[in-house]
């Protein structure tokens, strides 16, 4: 089952978000990770795909960066006239070398709406 975490991201700002995981028993060796941002769960549209390069993977831990660039985050948008509304949901999931998927996170994303442009 995977943890929960939302995801807040500043429209037109750069994210970068370390996240680490420790399990005993699971060999993440050649471990790969993806995420996605969607307007709703389970058949969403897709709005955003994550970047997320595994940083370090050992036997028991593994390290992804989720990032994204000012101009992938410029390109989020809502139709809420609110500074900071809910886009959609997101979740990430490691694809481990024998070729298992664990669930990692999931949870709401959150766009605070920039001013700036």
């Known amino acids: 089952m995977a943890g929960r975490y939302d995801l807040k ?3 037109g700002a750069s994210l ?3 996240l680490s995981w420790a399990y005993t ?3 993440f060796t050649g471990a790969t990770a993806r995420a996605k941002i969607v307007s709703a769960f389970p058949l969403g549209t897709i709005l955003a ?3 997320c390069p595994v940083t370090s993977a050992a036997l028991s831990s593994i390290t992804v960066t989720v990032s994204m660039t000012a101009t992938e985050t410029a390109a989020l948008s809502t139709t809420s006239t609110k500074r900071q509304a809910k886009l959609g949901e997101w979740d990430i999931e490691i694809v481990l070398g024998d070729g ?3 669930a990692m ?3 709401a994303v959150w ?3 920039e001013s700036t442009r």
Request: no cysteine.
């Open 25 to 27: 028993g699971i060999d």
């Open 16 to 18: 970068s978000l370390p």
């Open 111 to 113: 766009l605070t709406q």
């Open 105 to 107: 996170l999931e949870g």
């Open 100 to 102: 298992r998927v664990l």
């Open 9 to 11: 991201i500043r429209q």
């Open 49 to 51: 795909t994550l970047t």
